[in-house]
Nanobody
Framework: QVDLIESGGGSAQVGGSLRLSCAAS????????MGWFRQAPGKEREFVAA????????KYADSVKGRFTISRDYANNIVYLQMNSLRPDDTAVYYC???????????????????WGQGTQVTVSS
C-alpha cells in the first residue's frame, strides 16, 4: 500500500509559479514510478509528468515541457512539481499518483497508476 498526500495548490497569476508537493509513505513506493496528473472541469484526467523514484529520469506531457519540472527528495520521501510560466489552461485539480512496486518504466498511461492522492486545486487567472 502507498499513501500519497498532496499540498501546495492555490491561486496564481498568468506567468506565475507554484510548487506542488506529494508526501509518500508505504513500503514499496521507492521501487516505483511517481507521477502527476490533472483534471480540469468537464475534462478527463490527463498525464502531466512522471519520475522514476530510484533513477530519477522523467517524462513530461508536451503541454508542460519546458515549464514544469518534476523532482524527488529521496531522504524525505517527497515528490515535487515545480510549475512556472503558468497559463489559464493549467487550471485543474492536480493529483499525485504511484505505480505498483517493481514497475519501474515511466509511463503516461493513467491505468498503470493504482495509488492516488486526494488532489489539490490549482487556479491560474489573468
Amino acid at each position: 500500500q502507498v499513501d500519497l498526500i498532496e499540498s501546495g495548490g492555490g491561486s496564481a497569476q498568468v506567468g506565475g509559479s507554484l510548487r506542488l508537493s506529494c508526501a509518500a509513505s508505504g513500503r514499496t513506493f521507492r521501487r516505483s514510478v511517481m507521477g502527476w496528473f490533472r483534471q480540469a472541469p468537464g475534462k478527463e484526467r490527463e498525464f502531466v509528468a512522471a519520475i522514476n523514484w530510484t533513477v530519477g529520469n522523467s517524462k513530461y506531457a508536451d503541454s508542460v515541457k519546458g515549464r514544469f519540472t518534476i523532482s524527488r527528495d529521496y531522504a524525505n520521501n517527497i515528490v515535487y512539481l515545480q510549475m512556472n510560466s503558468l497559463r489559464p489552461d493549467d487550471t485543474a485539480v492536480y493529483y499525485c499518483a504511484a505505480r505498483a512496486a517493481l514497475y519501474t518504466d515511466i509511463t503516461d498511461d493513467i491505468h498503470e497508476f493504482p495509488y492516488w492522492g486526494q488532489g489539490t486545486q490549482v487556479t491560474v487567472s489573468s
